[in-house]
């Protein structure tokens, strides 16, 4: 901005304390308190004007202030240059360019041209009168801003005739305005990291920044100088070598770029498709994109060009190239390894290294992959799963021996099981005996003896020999005897169980030594 024009007096003690007192800008600003920019241009003014100290400092007010401040000829326009404006302001947004070096261009195309301080005084003038958005000088395939639309699209199912609202995703660069938009069901994070995906697709390439609202699915906590990154939008920026820089909360200038889209999303796509029926998300983005064509196409109205014509000059030779292969959607998740050395994810159970029973563990799992890391390791990989109560077992994950790892065996387990009485004990070892490796009922035989803290050992040992009886060797048929006292009533024709440790169906006591 221009400097505030000060008396000159003031302006007089300026170039004495920098002359004669030999002083920083920054002092000197302190000192006569103005800013700093003020004292620059003031220097900068008496070098324009070819002035020498002390010689000036005889001068009077009024030669002194016409020498700083000449006033521009009417004739000017006519003798001089006049930049173009808008390739200035198109040029800025390049990186490293300046107001400085674009002026030296000029000087140097025009050497009787304006001088530096008119220059920029008449650039801010200029970009004054733009559009707010249109104002921002953002660098060449800087920054890509993200949001949803206030306004949602309806899309009818042909059978039940019900009304879905599709929510509308908008992504816009920051140099161009070129602008994204599509229809998903949802702005959960499935949808959220698919659209990401997609833009970047569309742009060709990804920009340096991500400027996301506060959107829950893309930021897992809000704050004003460290938000904490959802895990997989953050896995998503690592993926395409991206920086993610949410907007501030109540800072409505950090993402005045994604709101401008929304805005002319919602009156050149959505308020033209207002009367449209659509009947499936397919046909709704088919529509989107047509008119998101128009809408890139349509010049502007206070700069020469359009949108994808500015992209093609300045975004598209500055963003970054996209990965070989597209993100492939992963989730993270908090597990703890128990002590069969398996973790739980959505409700199968994985093998990683028998090593970390009890250590806490971060598991990404995506479609077809889960994979576990520890403290920022991966230590174990396996396909995905979607059997409920199985398991995945590594044969190199496992113990060299059953008993090599400090406190739990199967042996151990059975012994605890035969103090709350036989049919436990059975239980607990038909459970072992059916698993491919042992280790792998450890989990629902150490939730069966701990129903006996919430139901008592004599009702532990009753549900359990019921369940014997039925065939029912589960920790979810043991705790539904309980739950519904089923333990407490008689079978009918109920037969006298055989619990004898030896049983011709399981590997017997001498199998774990």
């Not at 990186?95 to 041209?113: F, Q």
């Not at 479609?367 to 576990?372: L, M």
Request: proline content about 5%; some cysteine; glycine content about 6%.
């Amino acid at each position: 901005m221009p400097a505030v024009r000060l008396s000159v007096r003031k302006i007089r003690e300026v170039l004495r304390l920098k002359f004669d007192g030999g002083l920083t800008n920054r002092r000197i600003a302190r000192s006569c308190h103005i800013s700093r920019p003020s004292v620059a241009d003031y220097l900068l003014r008496f070098e324009e004007a070819g002035l020498v100290w002390p010689a000036a400092a005889t001068l009077d007010d009024a030669s002194l202030e016409r020498k700083l401040f000449p006033p521009a000829p009417a004739a000017s326009t006519t003798q001089r240059a006049v930049p173009d404006w808008s390739h200035v302001h198109r040029e800025l947004r390049g990186k490293s360019v300046t107001l400085t070096l674009l002026w030296h261009e000029y000087k140097s195309a025009h050497p009787e041209g304006y001088q530096y301080s008119w220059f920029c005084d008449q650039y801010r003038a200029w970009a004054g009168k733009l559009d707010v958005v249109m104002r921002h000088e953002h660098r060449a395939g800087e920054k890509l801003f993200v949001d949803y639309a206030g306004q949602t699209a309806e899309v009818v199912d042909r059978r039940t005739g019900e009304i879905r609202q599709a929510q509308i995703f908008v992504a816009v660069l920051g140099g161009s305005n070129y602008t994204y938009a599509e229809a998903t069901w949802t702005q959960q994070l499935p949808d959220w990291i698919g659209s990401h995906v997609r833009a970047f697709e569309f742009l060709g390439g990804s920009s340096e920044i991500l400027v996301p609202d506060n959107l829950r699915s893309g930021v897992s906590k809000a704050h004003r100088y460290e938000p904490d990154l959802n895990p997989t939008y953050a896995d998503l920026a690592k993926h395409y070598g991206v920086a993610v820089l949410p907007a501030r909360v109540r800072k409505p200038r950090d993402k005045a770029k994604a709101e401008a889209g929304v805005l002319l999303v919602e009156r050149w796509i959505l308020a033209v498709l207002r009367h449209r029926t659509f009947f499936s998300l397919a046909e709704l983005n088919q529509e989107i994109a047509r008119l998101l064509e128009r809408l890139n196409t349509r010049p502007f109205k206070k700069l020469p060009g359009t949108r994808r014509e500015l992209f093609e000059q300045l975004d598209r030779p500055a963003l970054q190239p996209l990965p070989v292969q597209a993100y492939e959607f992963a989730e993270w998740k908090k597990v703890r390894v128990n002590i069969d050395y398996h973790v739980e994810v959505d409700g199968h159970y994985y093998s990683v290294p028998y090593q970390l029973v009890r250590k806490p563990l971060q598991a990404r799992f995506s479609a077809r992959t889960v994979e576990c890391f520890h403290k920022g390791q991966r230590v174990a990989s396996h396909l995905r799963s979607h059997l409920k109560g199985r398991h995945t077992t590594v044969p190199e994950h496992m113990p060299t021996s059953h008993r090599s790892y400090a406190e739990w065996s199967p042996q151990r387990l059975i012994a605890w099981a035969e103090k709350t009485g036989p049919a436990t004990a059975t239980l607990v070892r038909t459970i072992l005996e059916r698993r491919a490796h042992p280790q792998q009922g450890f989990r629902s035989a150490l939730g069966i003896m701990r129903l006996g803290k919430s139901f008592g050992e004599e009702r532990l040992e009753a549900a359990c020999r019921r369940a014997l009886t039925l065939g029912a060797c589960s920790y979810k048929s043991i705790d539904s005897i309980l739950r519904q006292g089923l333990d407490r009533k008689a079978l009918p024709e109920q037969q006298e169980l055989e619990l004898s440790i030896e049983h011709d169906n399981l590997r017997g006591s001498n199998y774990y030594h």
